[in-house]
């Protein structure tokens, strides 16, 4: 399972209430596969209850506080390397830079990125992926669509999990390291995030789909422009 769980489950929802983006109402013709969409979401919420959240829970409980913070940064570290390529393909060459610089102390200073020396040099962890680059290119997203494990998604952003893959270097290990690597990262991930799907169910003014679906939009539009507002948020489903 690639690192990218974190944006499946809590994280977008998280994200969302912390730009206050959650309460768009997104058009209908915006999730033209609602019905598959819900299944889908369905399947993934019980997988998050009766699997991920126990095993996130169990992690919680026996790893150390500095232990838990250190394997984060390891994995944070590595992100950090498609956060760099992407950046340039962005045409954000001096961010690109910094986050190269940040990657490098981490990596050196910071015993393999597992602690984050880069951000007490005031050095700011940024996030790019493959799918924000594509919409930085103009592809369209397409439909919101919800993926089996990976969560809220469009064809656009199902396109920018495989750039994704194939920029984070765990990727390229064997299949029994690569997938330890990922394990790990998925568990610490989830284990961060304990306590957001709470927060999901008291903030669901339309329903809990509803949510996280236009929190993901809204937040992967938030993404793509850099924090600048869109004019038209009837447009959010065009371009997102």
């Known amino acids: ?12 929802v998280l994200l969302a209430l912390l730009t206050g983006c959650a309460t768009v109402e997104i058009v209908d013709d915006s999730d033209p596969w609602e019905s598959w969409n819900r299944k889908v979401h369905s399947f993934n919420e019980d997988l998050d209850e009766y699997a991920m959240i126990p095993v996130a829970k169990g992690y919680r409980w026996i790893t150390p506080v500095l232990v838990d913070e250190a394997i984060t940064n390891f994995f944070s570290n590595i992100d950090d390397i498609g956060v ?14 910094l986050d190269f610089s940040r990657f490098i102390i981490n990596t050196t200073v910071g015993v393999a990125g597992f602690f984050d020396v880069a951000s007490r040099v005031d050095l700011v ?37 495989v750039g994704d893959l194939a920029m984070d270097p765990t990727s390229y290990l064997t299949f029994g390291v690569a997938t330890a690597f990922n394990t790990v990262n998925a568990t ?29 939009i809204s937040q992967r539009q938030f993404l793509i422009l850099d924090g600048v507002e869109s004019e038209e948020n009837d447009l959010l489903l065009d371009d997102e």
């Open 188 to 216: 610490d991930t989830r284990a961060d995030y304990l306590g957001t799907e709470k927060m999901a169910e008291e903030a669901s003014v339309f329903g809990k789909y509803e949510f996280y679906r236009n929190s993901y």
């Open 125 to 161: 962890k940024h996030d790019e992926d493959f799918g924000q680059t594509l919409g930085f290119w103009g592809i369209p997203s397409g439909p919101y669509m919800v993926l089996p494990f990976f969560g809220p998604s469009s064809p656009r952003g199902t396109v920018g999990l």
């Open 1 to 12: 399972m690639q690192y990218k769980i974190n944006k499946f489950f809590s994280v977008a």
């Open 84 to 97: 760099t390529i992407n950046d340039a393909l962005q045409g954000k060459f001096m961010q690109s830079g």
